[in-house]
């Protein structure tokens, strides 16, 4: 199984400032299709997993513009270039390219 | 709105059977690949399976392989998971899932707890 390996696991953040988490991966995402399945997915406490970015570096509908992924091959970032208290949430990054798919072990992101 | 809503979440005792159950609404259903991740509660999530469109296609994780079954009702729009000889490693919450056409959306249920216990 492709593991995926998320750095840090917890991240103290001051409001209005950014923060980066980091997502390397065991095997090259990249696809035979020529894509790389690379998401990045957002849990509020409580809620269900929403996914933030797909494809390394494309929003979803509705996530804010703060939000932003980039990376290719095995070494992947999701930055929030100004973090907001609706951001605490625990992240991980996942991969669709190899069966099965894995997750991270999440990042937990709170306020300083 | 695109709308997943998991049931048939409970208690069971280890070696025992539960079918949990998916309902879809707001979106074509039969032209999405369906997907159940599960997470233990506090910890991180999982993949368990995947299903494609016509139900002719599945995988599993190796930790439910022969164990689970997944499968779908177009006609009612209706995903399901058929989960025999429980263990009590497999207490989690069980979320279904889709993500559209070539990964271009995302939809998840509120989850539906399992638990395993004696």
């Known amino acids: 199984d492709v593991v995926m390996t998320q750095s840090p696991l917890s991240l103290p953040v001051t409001l209005g400032q950014p923060a980066s988490i980091s997502c390397r991966s065991s095997?090259?995402?990249?696809?035979?299709?020529?894509?790389?399945?690379l998401f990045w997915f957002q849990q509020r406490p409580g809620q269900s997993p929403r996914r933030l970015i797909y494809?390394?570096?494309d929003r979803d509908s509705g996530v804010p513009d703060r939000f932003s992924g980039s990376g290719s091959g095995t070494d992947f970032t999701l930055k929030i270039s100004r973090v907001e208290a609706e951001d605490v949430a625990v992240y991980y990054c996942?991969?669709?390219?190899?069966?099965?798919?894995?997750f991270g072990q999440g990042t937990k992101l709170e306020i300083k | 709105e695109e709308q997943l809503v998991e049931s048939g979440g409970g208690l069971v005792q280890p070696g025992g059977s539960l079918r949990l159950s998916c309902a879809a609404s707001?979106?074509?259903?039969?032209?999405?690949?369906m997907h159940w991740v599960r997470q233990v509660p506090g910890e991180g999530l999982v993949w368990v399976s995947r299903?494609?469109?016509?139900?002719?296609?599945?995988d599993y994780a190796d930790s439910v392989k022969g164990r689970f079954t997944i499968s779908r009702d177009n006609a009612k729009n209706t995903l399901s998971l058929q989960m025999n000889s429980l263990r009590v490693e497999d207490t989690a919450v069980y979320y279904c899932?889709?993500?559209?056409?070539?990964?271009?959306?995302?939809?998840w249920g509120q989850g539906t707890l399992v638990t395993v216990s004696s």
């Open positions: 494809g390394v570096s």
């Open positions: 299903l494609n469109t016509d139900g002719s296609f599945t």
């Open positions: 707001g979106f074509t259903f039969s032209s999405y690949w």
């Open positions: 996942m991969q669709g390219t190899h069966w099965p798919y894995t």
């Open positions: 899932a889709t993500f559209g056409i070539n990964w271009k959306s995302d939809v």
């Open positions: 095997q090259s995402l990249v696809h035979s299709t020529g894509n790389t399945y």
